[in-house]
C-alpha cells in the first residue's frame, strides 16, 4: 500500500487525488504552496515512464493555470529536489512580489507564520476535486 512520506503529512494538508497522485497544502499559509505526490516508487521526476511523467505534468500545469488564472498570482515556482524528503515529490508554489520570501525562495526562507482556514482548506479541496474531475481552470 502507498504511503506518504510522514514529514510530508505533517508539513502538509491532504486535499485529495489527482490522476496522478496525491495533492497536499503545505500548512504555512504565508505562501500558497501545493505539493503533488505521484504513487510511484520513483525517485526522481526523470525516472517515470513516459506516459505516468505526462500525467504528473498535466496535473502540475493544471495546479500552476489555477494559480495563474484564478488566484492571480503572476509567477509560479515549480521543483522536484527531494534532498530532505527522498519520496518523489513536486512543489507547484504561487508567488507574487508581495509574499513574504519574494524574490527568494520560500525553501530557507519561509518564516513562520499563519496557518489555512477551515473555509481555504475546504476551498483547496473542492479544487483539487475539480482538477481530478478534469475540469479546466
Known sequence: MFEIHPQLTKDCHSLGRLASGHLLLHRNAEVTWFILVPETEAVDLLDLPPGELQRVMDDCQMLSAYLKQELNFPKVNFGAMGNVVPQLHLHIIGRTPDD??????????????????????????????????????
Open 100 to 137: 513574504v520570501c519574494w524574490p527568494r525562495p520560500v525553501w530557507g526562507n519561509l518564516p513562520e507564520g499563519k496557518t489555512h482556514s477551515a473555509e481555504a482548506i475546504h476551498t483547496f479541496k473542492n479544487t483539487a476535486k475539480r482538477i481530478a474531475d478534469g475540469e479546466s481552470c
